[in-house]
């Protein structure tokens, strides 16, 4: 009777565990299916709506940023009544002295920033294809002290900067205060202009390819290391960016210099293009979500360094005429800065052509030391080899020097 019972439970007893296992890899299954199709390959959104989200994100950061300040500014300012000095130059002087309205004067276009901008942008590429400086510089800061044990060692592929120049238009000069935030037409008394500053306000776009190609090598540490490779090759392209560019200059004192900052609101369009390839055999080319991924990182790293309310700040130099920075002229002896460079480019061609001479020379005298050296190393080995006594130089024929 009792084994007659057991039979039946052992039997629905492995069914049971069966049934569980093929349940626990089906599910498994899906999740896997699920996560190839909708992560890997899912389609990503357009890049309109990908835009406007973006958008959304940083007017909505912006806002928040100037309520915050806003609830932090005193209403009113105490002045001290005791010091007297004589009234500072404020944004309404500097506008009045130049003529410049800020309600009426219409936008400039900027067609001479452009043509030197383009300029500067030319000798920069030209400089950076200059004994490879651009791609030591890149490799050694990718794989720097911050890369990830993940991954090995990071190859630049590619680098193209492109060929067109970025467009500047639609500037115009606004008074903002200390924070950066514009002041409005009731905001613009004696005691708010006072306090700020001008700022020009100039729209940027650019049209072109610049491309950064990187081939890298995923590696699994674990349990041991070196367990599995995968091959990456990633691409990215700028094709486009607009946007509006915010230049102030922020006032020195006695013991701070003067800084030129800039910032891009958060109004500005970032069109990219990212290329892919995963694995060495079976290759995974222009992964969908890889793709979002790379994205959203370059968006977040240029929205932290220089989007508002962030800004960069670039140390000015002291404008004051000094004689250590005058060029050019025939008065104190002085020659001509064309003459200068002519003549420090002859001496630098001296120098460079009296030292290779000596290495020349060096290397001639070592070789010839070693060939002589050769030449009576053989002849010693074939007297030896005739039964002939090596003699010394210098020594007697047929002396013999046994002492008994």
């Known amino acids: 009777m009792t084994s007659i019972d057991a039979a039946p439970l052992k039997a629905e007893s492995s069914l049971s565990f069966t ?53 932090l500014k005193p209403l009113s300012k105490k002045r001290s009544s005791v010091l007297r000095v004589p009234p500072p130059l404020t944004t309404t002087t500097i506008l009045s002295k130049t003529y410049y309205n800020v309600d009426s004067h219409q936008p400039e ?12 942008i030319a000798q920069f590429r030209s400089d950076a294809q200059y004994d490879d400086a651009i791609l030591t510089s890149l490799t050694k800061a990718l794989n720097g002290s911050s890369r990830p044990d993940f991954l090995d060692e990071i190859k630049v592929t590619e680098i193209s900067l492109g060929e067109d120049f970025p ?38 776009d650019l049209s072109d390819f610049i491309t950064l190609a990187l081939e890298t090598k995923l590696l699994l540490n674990y349990p041991k290391p070196l367990v599995a490779v995968l091959p ?8 486009r960016f607009s946007g509006t560019l915010s230049i102030s200059f922020v006032p020195g004192s006695p013991m701070n210099a003067t800084m030129l900052a800039f910032s891009f609101l958060d109004d500005y369009r970032l069109d990219l293009s990212i290329r892919s390839l995963v694995g060495s055999r079976s290759r995974l080319q222009d992964v969908p979500k890889i793709a979002q991924l790379v994205e959203a990182r370059l968006h977040t790293w240029f929205d932290e360094r220089c989007v508002e309310p962030r800004f960069q700040q670039i140390e000015l130099p002291s404008l004051w005429p000094r004689k250590k920075n005058t060029r050019g002229g025939d008065d104190g002896g002085s020659e001509p800065a064309s003459i200068s460079r002519a003549k420090g480019k002859e001496m630098k061609k001296d120098l460079r052509d009296e030292a290779r001479r000596e ?12 060939l002589e050296r050769v030449e009576q190393e053989s002849l010693r080995w074939r007297r030896r080899a005739r039964g002939e006594e090596y003699a010394m130089p210098g020594s007697m024929p047929g002396l013999n020097m046994n002492i008994t």
């Open 167 to 204: 467009i500047f238009s639609n500037c115009r000069v606004i008074p903002v205060d200390e924070d950066g935030l514009s002041l409005g037409t009731a905001e613009r008394g004696a005691a708010g202009m006072d306090q700020g500053r001008l700022q020009a306000r100039m729209d940027v």
């Open 359 to 370: 290495v020349e020379a060096e290397a001639e005298a070592k070789a010839r030391s070693e």
């Open 232 to 239: 990456v090759a990633l691409a990215v392209s700028v094709v």
């Open 109 to 120: 276009s900027l067609d001479w920033f452009n043509v030197l901008i383009a300029q500067t």
């Open 19 to 71: 049934q569980g296992l093929l349940l626990g890899q089906l599910s498994i299954a899906i999740l896997i299916g699920a996560f190839i199709k909708f992560f890997i390959f899912g389609d990503p959104p357009s890049p309109d709506v990908t835009a406007a989200l973006r958008a959304t994100e940083r007017r909505s950061r912006t806002l928040a940023h100037k309520r915050s300040l806003l609830t």
